[in-house]
């Protein structure tokens, strides 16, 4: 049996158990790309991924209003709250124990295919990037994938990101820098959808 064979029959039978314990998924339909989405993204190594990091509609009980972020880091989970009870879920990767971050912040801007430029302190962890300490344009082979969403308190910018990834196998583990990465096609349709101001909630 294929792979890909192999993931749509987890996938069935990840929905056949979900609906048992009546919880309801909905597949959400990928949004659409532009010309240079396409390009880049083409040029990023595909993962097989567990179903339960896929993308899908569910029923989602909180006291956040709609349009807010909510993330679990130890389930790898991103809800972006929608009316009615409901949330679009979201398989992440999230930073490991010594960098990952908690805490309750706002979206201050978003960029597509960001600039990247590594902070001093991880130039410090990781030396190798120092030919990059001046800045990365956005591309398939910048870390920071199709889309950003920067992450301020009180004004202040936290320097923790939501953002794509050209390294799709780490969703749903912990291994970044403490920054939340999603699949390229999920952080477009979650940067589609929420706003600047927007709350963003992690536990």
Same mark, same amino acid.
């Given at each position: 049996?294929?792979?890909?064979?192999?993931?749509?029959?987890?996938?069935?039978?990840?929905?056949?158990?979900?609906?048992?314990?009546g919880?309801?998924y @909905?597949?959400? #339909?990928? #949004?659409?790309?532009?010309?240079r989405?396409?390009e880049?993204?083409?040029?990023?190594? =595909?993962?097989? %991924?567990?179903?339960?990091?896929?993308?899908?509609?569910?029923?989602?009980?909180t +006291?956040e209003?709609p349009?807010?972020?909510v993330?679990? +880091?130890?389930?790898?989970?991103?809800?972006?709250?929608l009316?009615?009870?409901?949330? !679009?879920?979201?398989?992440?990767?999230?930073?490991? $124990?010594a960098?990952?971050?908690?805490?309750? *912040?706002?979206?201050?801007?978003?960029?597509?295919?960001?600039?990247?430029? #590594?902070?001093a302190?991880?130039?410090?962890?990781w030396?190798?990037?120092?030919?990059?300490?001046g800045?990365?344009?956005?591309g398939? &082979? =910048?870390?920071?994938? *199709? /889309?950003? !969403?920067?992450?301020?308190?009180?004004? /202040?910018?936290?320097?923790?990101? !939501?953002?794509? +990834? =050209? $390294? #799709? $196998?780490? !969703?749903? /583990?912990?291994?970044?820098?403490?920054?939340? @990465? %999603?699949?390229?096609?999920?952080v477009? &349709?979650?940067?589609? @959808?929420?706003g600047v101001?927007?709350k963003?909630?992690?536990i």
């Amino acid at each position: 049996m294929s792979s890909h064979s192999q993931i749509r029959g987890a996938l069935a039978l990840s929905i056949i158990a979900l609906a048992l314990t009546g919880c309801i998924y @909905r597949g959400v #339909p990928d #949004p659409a790309l532009s010309a240079r989405d396409a390009e880049y993204m083409a040029l990023v190594p =595909n993962a097989d %991924m567990d179903p339960q990091f896929l993308r899908y509609e569910v029923d989602y009980k909180t +006291t956040e209003k709609p349009g807010t972020i909510v993330i679990y +880091t130890q389930d790898r989970l991103l809800y972006f709250v929608l009316p009615n009870g409901k949330a !679009i879920r979201y398989g992440v990767g999230v930073g490991d $124990e010594a960098f990952g971050w908690k805490g309750t *912040a706002d979206v201050a801007r978003k960029a597509e295919w960001p600039r990247w430029t #590594p902070p001093a302190e991880m130039l410090v962890r990781w030396p190798h990037l120092r030919p990059r300490a001046g800045g990365m344009e956005g591309g398939p &082979d =910048n870390p920071l994938g *199709a /889309r950003a !969403i920067y992450l301020y308190q009180n004004g /202040r910018d936290t320097l923790y990101r !939501i953002h794509g +990834t =050209n $390294e #799709p $196998e780490s !969703i749903g /583990r912990a291994s970044s820098s403490g920054c939340i @990465r %999603m699949r390229n096609v999920d952080v477009i &349709d979650l940067f589609n @959808r929420v706003g600047v101001g927007a709350k963003v909630v992690v536990i």
